[in-house]
C-alpha cells in the first residue's frame, strides 16, 4: 500500500522516522508506547504485516489505526466500524492575543493535572506519558489547570496539534483558540506545518480552526482494534 502523502498515513510516518523512539514492532508493524498512546501501523496490507500488525495487538492491547483507506480484516483482532475524522492543514496561520488570560509552558511535572483535565474533557485518546510527545502550553486560574493543547504525533515537515481542552467550568473565553495558535505557531517557527484531526460533527471546532488558518485536507477513518 502506497501512501500520495505522508498525513494519508501519519502513524506509520511518524513511528518510522521522528518518533521511532517511541515505536514497539518492527519494519512490518510498529505501535506507539501504549505509555504514550494508543496508535499502530502496518508497512502496508500484505498479510505477513496484517499478522504483524495483529500480534502487536493481541501482545500489548487495544490499539487504533488513523488511515486515509480502508483496510482488510486481521487475524485475531477485533475491529470497531471505523470512525470518520476530519484533517485539516493550516495555512496562513492567524495569530490570537490572550484576552485577559496567560499562556503558560506545561511541563512534566503539570502530566497528572494534564492526564485529569483530559480524562474529564476527553479530546481524544491521553495515557500517563501522552504530554510527553511534543510542547503543551496551558491557561491556569486560581492556580488550577483549566485549558490545554499540545503535540502529538511528528512525522518529517508535519507536527500534530492535539489534546485542545477545555474545563467545561471555564469554557467561553477563548482558551481553545489562544492556545491553538500558539501551539500551531511555535510549530511553523520550526519550519514545520501543523496539522490536527476533529471530528466532522464538531461543526464549532472546525469553524474555529479555519477562523486560525486551517482547512480541511481529507477525510480520514479512525479505527479501534482489540484482541479477538
Known sequence: MTADHPLDRPVWASLTTRQSGLALGNARAVRLDPDY?????????SAPNLAALGALVRAEGEAGM???????????????PPVTLC?????DLKGVAPGGFDVVDLTAQDGSEMFDLARLTQPGPFFGRT???GDFVGVRQGGR????????MKLPGFTEVSAVCTHPDHR??????????????RIEARGE????????HNLGAIRLYEQLGYAIRREMKFTLLSPA
Open 145 to 152: 489547570l483549566v485549558a490545554m493543547a499540545g503535540e502529538r
Open 172 to 185: 467561553g473565553h477563548g482558551y481553545a483558540a489562544a492556545l491553538t495558535a500558539v501551539v500551531s505557531g
Open 193 to 200: 506545518t501543523p496539522f490536527l484531526h476533529v471530528y466532522p
Open 87 to 91: 484533517q485539516m492543514v493550516a495555512g
Open 66 to 80: 488513523v488511515e486515509a483507506g480502508d483496510w482488510p480484516a486481521i487475524h485475531g483482532v477485533i475491529a470497531q
Open 131 to 133: 504530554h510527553r510527545l
Open 37 to 45: 498512546g494508543v496508535f499502530v501501523a502496518a508497512a502496508d496490507d
